[in-house]
């Protein structure tokens, strides 16, 4: 019974201690890394913008046509 109090309480500060060590080996990221991530992000953000218009053209007329 002790032993399940103990392995319980073992968790969260195992739990701390790596989460400890991650931060530790984060570094923040340079210039062209940045920008790097920031085009990949943009380019998503473009890419689902197309898709998004791209449904919308199709769905407009479809409507019509099913409920007109």
Same mark, same amino acid.
């Given at each position: 019974?002790?032993?399940? $109090?103990?392995?319980?309480?073992? !968790?969260?500060?195992? /739990?701390?201690?790596? %989460?400890?060590?991650?931060?530790?080996?984060?570094?923040?990221?340079?210039?062209?890394?940045? $920008?790097?991530?920031?085009?990949? !992000?943009?380019?998503? /953000?473009?890419?689902? %913008?197309?898709?998004?218009?791209?449904?919308?053209?199709?769905?407009?007329?479809?409507?019509? $046509?099913?409920?007109?």
């Amino acid at each position: 019974m002790a032993d399940q $109090i103990r392995e319980l309480a073992d !968790v969260p500060q195992k /739990f701390i201690h790596d %989460g400890g060590l991650f931060l530790k080996r984060c570094t923040k990221p340079d210039k062209r890394e940045f $920008i790097k991530i920031s085009q990949a !992000v943009g380019m998503g /953000f473009v890419i689902m %913008g197309v898709i998004g218009y791209v449904v919308k053209l199709i769905h407009i007329p479809v409507n019509q $046509i099913l409920v007109g």
